[in-house]
């Protein structure tokens, strides 16, 4: 580890885009209700987000050659902290789509930039360790999102007395006590922003000077028939994920009953939670064992546990929802790792091309939700084992030039 302060703050990054884009899923609900929207118009917040994302991913990278990589975190950090404020200020649902775009090109900057320090710094062959300890980070502030919102809301709403609640009152108008979360964003941003001065980056002298942002090399990764197969089930890991992780809540009120201020939050809160704990056990199996083999299995439990949670009771589906991210946990990671390690060079631009699959996760939501307002969201949410199909084919289809370093125990 060549600079472990590095690495922590990089990690830091990954969990400030967690709480943001949890957050998000969770208030789909309240915004349902707020703005008096359907499933369709509210899957296109999410769709607002994950746009962003895809279509600020790839430039992203290319002006990264050009600026250091301070520079682009504190424009990110700018961004994040304009979304925010717009979304609190201006509560509405054309607002609410705006500023989600916002946040969404702040979670894609800060990937990006971030995605290719983490590979400088660990070097290729633990990358895929790392990516899951990057997913580690991720999924705990994705996990103390909704409880945060729940917790929150829930003490304004019951008029108690604490810090930070009665501060927020003074700021959070009445009936919309549900975007009190987004306020306590503003010091974590800005706490990172400060943070960044304290961190000592690589010399961007090197990057400026690097190939890898050149026309060539984005042509030549676009014609690599293996690129285009990672973008593809990256974007189905990413449809997956946000298709449960957005209507996990809706789909326990609606089937089950649940209210989702409480039972359908915790239920949520506990998805993200075990995709934490899962990453913990995917990153001691990827320690033993070959990735490939890793996801091959990870994915067959998943499919198996979201049949359960389908098919199952409200106690069988309580369980068996949460439970598919435990198997999820160690996707993002392996694909991105064997995408990265699957190329011997443009390693800068193939990250901003992976990031940009996660235009996915816009997708999957909107297509389950189009797909509920006809036939329940019951039925929609079959959609999922396509994606986690496509999520299959890549231990039997990837070909890494550099595999993951394993511990071999000898006899």
Excluded at 287 to 296: T, W
């Amino acid at each position: 580890m060549r600079n472990i302060k590095l690495m922590v703050y990089l990690n830091l990054i990954f969990f400030q885009v967690g709480l943001l884009e949890s957050m998000m899923s969770a208030l789909i609900p309240e915004m349902i209700h707020s703005f008096q929207v359907g499933y369709g118009l509210a899957s296109v917040m999410p769709l607002a987000y994950y746009a962003a994302i895809a279509l600020l991913c790839i430039p992203a990278g290319m002006i990264g050659s050009r600026y250091s990589s301070v520079r682009m975190l504190f424009f990110a950090f700018m961004l994040a902290l304009a979304g925010v404020f717009m979304f609190v200020v201006f509560l509405s649902y054309q607002a609410s789509v705006a500023s989600l775009f916002l946040m969404g090109s702040a979670a894609a900057v800060m990937q990006v930039t971030a995605m290719p320090l983490v590979r400088k710094t660990c070097g290729a062959e633990n990358l895929s360790f790392h990516t899951t300890l990057n997913q580690l980070m991720f999924g705990l502030g994705a996990f103390l999102s909704p409880f945060i919102y729940s917790r929150l809301t829930s003490g304004m709403l019951s008029g108690e007395r604490f810090f930070p609640v009665n501060l927020l009152r003074h700021v959070v108008p009445g009936g919309f006590e549900w975007t009190s979360a987004y306020w306590l964003f503003v010091p974590s941003i800005i706490s990172l922003m400060v943070a960044a001065v304290l961190v000592r980056f690589p010399e961007h002298a090197k990057d400026r000077s690097s190939a890898q942002t050149g026309k060539n090399g984005t042509r030549e990764l676009f014609r690599n028939r293996y690129v285009i197969f990672f973008f593809v089930s990256m974007a189905a890991y990413a449809s997956c994920e946000q298709g449960i992780a957005a209507w996990m809540s809706e789909y326990f009120q609606d089937v089950h009953g649940l209210d989702p201020l409480t039972e359908g939050a915790s239920r949520l809160s506990l998805y993200w939670l075990l995709l934490t704990v899962g990453c913990l056990g995917g990153m001691l199996l990827l320690k033993f064992f070959e990735s490939r083999k890793v996801l091959a299995v990870s994915t067959v439990c998943a499919i198996a546990s979201l049949l359960f949670a389908l098919h199952g009771g409200t106690h069988v589906s309580g369980i068996a929802f949460p439970l598919v991210a435990v198997f999820e946990s160690v996707m993002w990671p392996v694909i991105m790792s064997l995408a990265l390690n699957s190329v011997s060079r443009h390693h800068e631009v193939l990250s901003g091309f992976m990031f940009t699959a996660f235009i996915g996760g816009a997708l999957g939501p909107v297509i389950i939700g189009s797909m509920g307002d006809r036939l329940g969201l019951g039925i929609s949410l079959h959609y999922l084992f396509l994606p986690l199909s496509v999520v299959l084919s890549v231990a039997f289809l990837a070909k890494p030039l550099v595999n993951n370093k394993r511990i071999t125990i000898k006899n």
